[in-house]
């Protein structure tokens, strides 16, 4: 993870009995679909609503997860997400993957967000209100 990461945002998702494969554990590309549901709680508290509706909206330009211990049902996962310095339209964030009351790090997830226009497909700057969500605190 970047040094210069932040701590945005933190999350707890039970596992479902579904979210197992055939070695019983969870199926990797679950993992994804947990960092996904922390960023878009993310996006939802500061205000971003996520719909094709909207005009502009972030969208994930590439994606990654490193495995580091299976994660089995029953559990809950932690996941932590972390934001590095925005971009004129994009932001970098890393995540961070626990079981509920253990210190162990299970995986950790990458995923570049990049703002874009939903009608021409193209990238856009960060809405204002976002950009500012990454600045030092004013003393």
Same mark, same amino acid.
């Given at each position: #993870?970047?040094?210069?990461?932040?701590?945005?945002?933190?999350?707890?998702?039970?596992?479902? =009995?579904?979210? #197992?494969?055939?070695?019983?554990?969870?199926?990797?590309?679950?993992? +994804?679909?947990?960092?996904?549901?922390?960023?878009?709680? =993310?996006?939802?508290?500061?205000?971003?609503?996520?719909?094709? !509706?909207?005009?502009?909206?972030? /969208?994930?330009?590439?994606?990654?997860?490193?495995?580091?211990?299976?994660?089995?049902? &029953?559990?809950?996962?932690?996941?932590? #997400?972390?934001?590095?310095?925005?971009?004129?339209?994009?932001?970098?964030?890393?995540?961070?993957?626990?079981?509920?009351?253990? !210190?162990?790090?299970?995986?950790?997830?990458?995923?570049?967000?990049? =703002? #874009? !226009?939903?009608?021409?497909?193209?990238? /856009? &700057?960060?809405?204002?209100?976002?950009?500012?969500? +990454?600045? &030092?605190?004013?003393?």
């Amino acid at each position: #993870m970047k040094e210069k990461a932040k701590l945005i945002y933190t999350t707890r998702i039970p596992v479902r =009995w579904g979210d #197992m494969d055939a070695y019983n554990h969870v199926n990797n590309t679950v993992y +994804f679909r947990y960092f996904e549901q922390t960023r878009v709680e =993310w996006l939802e508290q500061v205000g971003s609503r996520v719909s094709p !509706d909207e005009p502009i909206g972030p /969208v994930i330009i590439n994606a990654s997860c490193t495995f580091l211990v299976p994660v089995n049902y &029953p559990a809950t996962v932690v996941i932590k #997400m972390y934001a590095g310095e925005p971009g004129r339209s994009s932001v970098m964030t890393w995540y961070e993957l626990f079981v509920e009351g253990e !210190d162990k790090l299970y995986a950790e997830g990458a995923a570049k967000t990049v =703002w #874009m !226009d939903n009608r021409s497909g193209k990238s /856009v &700057p960060m809405p204002d209100f976002v950009r500012a969500l +990454f600045e &030092p605190a004013a003393n």
